[in-house]
């Protein structure tokens, strides 16, 4: 599975964004899909997943009620919605695929099998 970010930019505080993950190769069925991000000179950390079966998600606490994820009805694109963003939201988004991840392990990123290249987001005040 080929994963490919896109949505980033450059927006202001309190600005919405959306970044979209698009599947290569395979659709993205049967995957579990997650978000995270590294912002400069910080850990990579989990900001949200969405399961295969069900569509169950989760989401850092830190964001709940801010971010949303969600996956089209074609399985081959999941999206994260980003709404009222803050400057520490600035971070390189990546996206994650993994086939078999329980859902006590959907925020560890060794779950995954696959990434993306990450795409930026800049929120500037």
């Known amino acids: 599975v080929q994963l490919q970010a896109s949505g980033g930019g450059l927006v202001q505080t309190g600005d919405s964004l959306r970044l979209s993950c698009v599947a290569s190769?395979?659709?993205?069925?049967?995957?579990?899909v997650g978000w995270f991000r590294q912002a400069p000179g910080k850990e990579r950390e989990f900001v949200a997943g969405?399961?295969?079966?069900?569509?169950?998600?989760t989401y850092a606490d830190s964001l709940k009620g801010r971010f949303t994820i969600s996956r089209d009805s074609t399985q081959n694109t999941v999206y994260l919605q980003m709404n009222s963003l803050k400057d520490e939201d600035t971070a390189v988004y990546y996206c994650?695929?993994?086939?078999?991840?329980?859902?006590?392990?959907?925020?560890?990123?060794?779950?995954?099998?696959?990434w993306g290249q990450g795409t930026l987001v800049t929120v500037s005040s």
């Open positions: 969405i399961r295969s079966s069900g569509g169950t998600t």
């Open positions: 190769g395979r659709t993205l069925r049967g995957y579990t």
């Open positions: 994650a695929a993994g086939s078999r991840i329980v859902l006590s392990q959907i925020g560890v990123s060794s779950s995954y099998d696959y």
